[in-house]
């Protein structure tokens, strides 16, 4: 079993930036990509960005250029940083890990929401 939690969401102007961290903890053992995914009011979640375990990152079409997704594996975190924030990235902003068990199992975390406006 592995917890997620995210973290540093808020509200924030276009333009501006943010940082999201997600913090994993438990049986975090052969914990394999993370992501970010997001869910907007109306619409379906959908995917943001992804790290694998030896650091290749994938990205949305919609945030490529202006998001970043890293991880600390001492720290057991994943982050997202958030440039040039757009009214559409409106959403909140769930984590989630995968796991190389048989079956293969990922986890989520809570959630943060990222208000974009002016």
């Known amino acids: 079993q592995v917890q997620l939690v995210e973290s540093g969401g808020g509200l924030v102007q276009p333009g501006g930036s943010l940082t999201l961290s997600c913090a994993a903890s438990?049986?975090?053992?052969?914990?394999?990509?993370m992501c970010w995914y997001r869910q907007a009011p109306g619409k379906e979640r959908e995917f943001v960005a992804k790290?694998?375990?030896?650091?290749?990152?994938n990205y949305a079409d919609s945030v490529k250029g202006r998001f970043t997704i890293s991880r600390d594996n001492a720290k057991n975190t994943v982050y997202l940083q958030m440039n040039t924030l757009k009214p559409e990235d409106t959403a909140i902003y769930y984590c989630?890990?995968?796991?190389?068990?048989?079956?293969?199992?990922?986890?989520w975390g809570q959630g943060t929401q990222v208000t974009v406006s002016s």
């Open positions: 989630r890990a995968f796991q190389s068990n048989v079956p293969p199992r990922s986890y």
């Open positions: 438990g049986s975090i053992f052969s914990m394999n990509a």
């Open positions: 790290i694998t375990s030896v650091g290749s990152t």
